[in-house]
């Protein structure tokens, strides 16, 4: 018996959430022989007690069973959890190494890891890289923030390279983990209640994605964005730094000009019409930018790369055309949960616009959004349990304000005061937990209302 297989038949690993992350790790850790637990202190979904049961993992859920937690070698928590609640406190208190299931499930795999983290269109730049990778005949795989559990897809499968969507949680508890390339689209504020309020405790987060990188790895980044640049400069990087921006300059490997984007890399330039990709939209194009990027990185011909630029069906739930009824078009942006991503959707707008927005609020600043909304936005419709703080910012600065404490009651709302030639946008600025179970279930709730009218 190989010494690592003799430590991990010895090592009491302790997995904390019940997701999909917690569940894939809790799989990877069985599969290496470790004594695994799993505890979460909501309920289990079924999916995911029935796939604990098929590989006879033991878990509990409703509870916190201190004991069994701290007799722990190791303990892999979900991105969901922060790291100042009293479990959390006392964990790192026994000195008990603490982890991601994305740094556990690194230590079993040889694959090339593409990292792709930003406030915005990280979603929309991992799935548009996974199309474009797996299109041209790699042997990829999704996960992280999108797709299965990293861990999972490990334990199960065999890839030579994942795209990985991570977030500020996921990063926050990267230590030796090591991106190949690393892709920073933008830093925005964001999940700010997670991070005291302060700026710079999510930006310190975010660019943790740079940890441990070297001469042989790659960052790729938006170098338009003040706060990455800023950063870059104080980290002094090692990794070989590859900058895309709104326009050509020294030392920039994608821009667009003349209707075109344009990526060097690979002492290659590949061209392409901007009126040809699939994704339209400002923050579209330098979302395809930096899948193109890393795809020519990759050695990815041009024609597989034009054709999959051109093909991409998109992500649901990020600016998603749903009906046009009377005339008016609905779309659904329920994944715009900062003001940011707000801001891209109405900037996108060429109509005029009835807003639904609203939901738990990070501690945004709408100021980013308000000159958007006075030029663009018909009516409010504020849809969320607490909608004070939205009430104190937009009240009489838009000509008509709606308070919905239900989806069908907000679409309802939209449907009497659109006008013909108006666009409906569900883009709440806000997480969505007051009134759905996730982001997705609000973008559903929408769907199906709309679909009814």
Known sequence: MKLEDQYNKQKKLVVLGGGLSGVGAAILGNTKGMNVFLSDSGEISEQSRKELNEYNIPFEEGKHTLDKILGADEVVKSPGIPNTV?????VLKNNIPLISEIEFAARYTNAKTICITGSNGKTTTSTLLYHILKSAGLNVGLAGNVGTSFAKQVAE?????????????????????????????NITPDHLDRYAYQMQNYVDAKMKILNNQTVDNCFIYWANDPLIVREIEKIKPLSHLIPFAQAKAEGICAYQKDAHIYIHANNSTFRMKKDQLSLQGTHNLYNSMAAGLVSKLLDISDESL?????????????????????GVLYVNDSKATNVNSCWYALQSMKSKVVLIMGGTDKGNDYKEIEHLIKEKVRALILLGKDNRALHEFFDGKVPLIFDADNMAMAVNIAYDVAEKGDVVLLSPCCASFDLFKNYEDRGDQFKECVRKL
């Open 86 to 90: 009293p479990l959390i406190v006392e």
């Open 157 to 185: 499968e065999q890839h030579d390279l994942y795209v990985l969507e991570l977030s500020s949680f996921q990063l926050e508890a990267m230590t030796e983990f090591r991106a190949d390339y690393a892709v920073m689209l």
């Open 306 to 326: 034009r054709q999959s630029l051109t093909d991409f069906q998109g992500v649901p739930h990020r600016l998603e055309k749903v009906a046009t009824v009377r």
